[in-house]
């Protein structure tokens, strides 16, 4: 949430500064300080996401892509930001990485998509899918924290480097973490390889089968 109010606090400041001011007083900001609370419902927290400008991704994004499936899912997966399909489609996890993703679910854990959440860290394309900016996923990181509040999932499946490092607050290369169980407030994170990873890398998907087959024995 402090990152949320110190990107909307820098923008406010620009648009003083484009204006002519050349000082102003902080005060100026408490009467007018908006509500930054995020919505209480995923329908009203989709909704503020699809009119987000807090970052430069706005500009650059075809749509925005917020997360989907069942809101009361003992399953979330967060992948790292969406593809060029999904920004083209505004849904989550389409294209070959959205199918791999499926059969992972289906195969390997018996359950439908649909059965499950699927979201990102980020709501809009990366500019560098190769080294997406940590200061985007920091001002987007509130929408994602908002979305596990309110589907309240058991267990988090991290897909790809960026996933794992916001959710398991562990800065290690995904190689080594990949298959640890970190307890977290109210549920377990679990962090393993991006679908787009094992396109690229066939051989990598029998390390994801094994930490797929962790998850399922935590689900029992
Ligand atoms: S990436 Fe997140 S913070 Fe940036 S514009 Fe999109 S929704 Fe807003």
Redesign the pocket.
């Known amino acids: 949430m402090k990152n949320l109010k110190n990107?909307l606090l820098l923008k406010q400041l620009y648009q003083l500064k484009q204006l002519g001011y050349r000082y102003t007083s902080v005060n100026i900001f408490t009467e007018k300080e908006p509500d930054l609370t995020l919505p209480n419902t995923l329908e009203l927290l989709e909704k503020q996401?699809k009119e987000?400008?807090?970052?430069v991704?706005?500009k650059t994004?075809e749509k925005?892509v917020f997360g989907e499936g069942n809101p009361s899912a003992r399953l979330m997966f967060v992948g790292d930001f969406p593809s060029n399909s999904d920004d083209s489609t505004g849904k989550v996890f389409t294209g070959r990485a959205g199918e791999l993703l499926t059969k992972m679910i289906e195969n390997v854990l018996g359950l439908k998509r649909s059965d499950v959440y699927i979201t990102n860290v980020?709501?809009?394309k990366a500019l560098d899918s190769q080294n997406p900016s940590p200061t985007?996923a920091h001002?987007?990181h509130p929408?994602l924290l908002k979305e596990i509040a309110l589907v309240k999932p058991d267990i988090i499946v991290t897909l790809g480097q960026m996933a794992a490092k916001y959710l398991s607050e562990d800065d290690s290369p995904l190689s080594e973490v990949r298959g640890t169980v970190y307890e977290k407030e109210g549920f377990k994170v679990i962090s393993t390889y991006h679908p787009t990873h094992l396109l690229r890398n066939p051989s990598a998907k029998k390390d994801v089968f094994e930490d797929l087959k962790k998850v399922k024995s935590l689900l029992l």
């Open positions: 990107a996401a987000c400008h807090l970052c991704l706005s994004r925005v980020l709501k809009c985007h001002t987007c929408y």
